[in-house]
């Protein structure tokens, strides 16, 4: 439902999971949404959406979630900062996350193609932002193939902890740049 933009209904989805893991005594689950608050501060331009990702990531240190914890932080504050319009800030962990972070900081030129996960469509949407920063798609393929291929109304990723605005928004502005160059 995150992915669609029904966020108000995934709100409702994470309340009752909140309900269930207090009942249960399943911890780790107020930790995801907690995630996912900070996510929907974010996507609605909250002052303190910075500050609510900072204190989800602390909430996750030691959960024994490496795989989500490593870089995290840094993607969704990198992601914050493109959906505002703001400077990438200088990442201070960003695990697998740096090839994309690097580049809308002006690093790399080619990108690997984000992995098969639950992150890839925000890391396309960090690769099509660094690509219009730059002039170039930034990829180690060029557009690939298997890009995805979003509902218009999509917005990255279908985590639901991190948002980078609408995939159509940057499909439209790169499309608006290729018939620029033609």
Known sequence: ???????????????????????H?????????????????ARDSAPDAA?????????LRD??????????????????AVQRGEPVPE???????????????????ELPDPPPDQLQEALWVLAGRAGLAAGT????RGRPRHSPRPSTRSRAPGSGMITVGA????????????CRRR
């Open 167 to 178: 995939v159509a928004e940057t499909l439209r502005d790169l499309r608006a740049r290729d």
């Open 137 to 140: 798609m930034r990829s180690s």
């Open 51 to 59: 500050d609510r990702y900072r204190a989800a990531a602390a909430a």
């Open 25 to 41: 005594d399943r911890p780790s689950v107020a930790v995801l949404t907690r995630w996912f608050a900070a996510m929907r501060a």
């Open 91 to 109: 990442p201070v962990e960003p695990g697998p996350y740096a090839p994309w972070i690097g580049a809308l900081r002006g690093g790399p030129t």
């Open 1 to 23: 439902m995150q992915a669609l933009g029904d966020l108000e209904a995934a709100a409702v989805h994470a309340g009752a999971a909140d309900s269930l893991a207090a009942r």
């Open 63 to 80: 959960r024994g979630m490496p795989g989500v914890e490593h870089g995290l932080l840094d993607l969704a504050l990198t992601c914050l």
